[in-house]
């Protein structure tokens, strides 16, 4: 079973930078994909960054391409997502996500994620 814990989240003001951790364990880290994705309040959740498992090739969704960079070190098992230029509508829950086995779960970029970790709240003041 694969679990997955963030840190990093907080408090900021708008314009200011944060860094999430999520390390992972319970399979091959370095075999799989990782993505980061968050929800908030009233909406749905939805994936915003995502790596391969070599980390040659990075994602994002358009609402974050610019100000956010996805990175891994497989030899900590370890994902990252450094946050920069950061506004109030970035709120939210942040979650890590791991690759599926099995074509499942959300599919971003030609990636499926189906397992998720506890989340990590990140609020952006004005």
């Known amino acids: 079973q694969v679990q997955l814990v963030e840190s990093g989240g907080g408090l900021v003001q708008a314009g200011g930078s944060l860094r999430l951790s999520c390390e992972a364990s319970g399979r091959m880290f370095s075999s799989y994909s990782m993505g980061w994705a968050r929800q908030a309040p009233g909406k749905e959740r939805e994936v915003v960054a995502a790596i391969t498992w070599n980390g040659d090739r990075t994602f994002y969704a358009d609402s974050v391409k610019g100000r956010f960079t996805i990175s891994r070190d497989n030899a900590k098992n370890t994902v990252y997502l450094q946050m920069n230029s950061l506004m109030p509508d970035d709120t939210a829950v942040y979650y890590c996500?791991?690759?599926?086995?099995?074509?499942?779960?959300?599919?971003?970029?030609?990636?499926?994620?189906?397992?998720w970790g506890q989340g990590t709240q990140v609020t952006v003041s004005s």
């Open positions: 996500a791991a690759e599926s086995d099995e074509y499942s779960g959300t599919y971003f970029y030609g990636l499926w994620f189906d397992y």
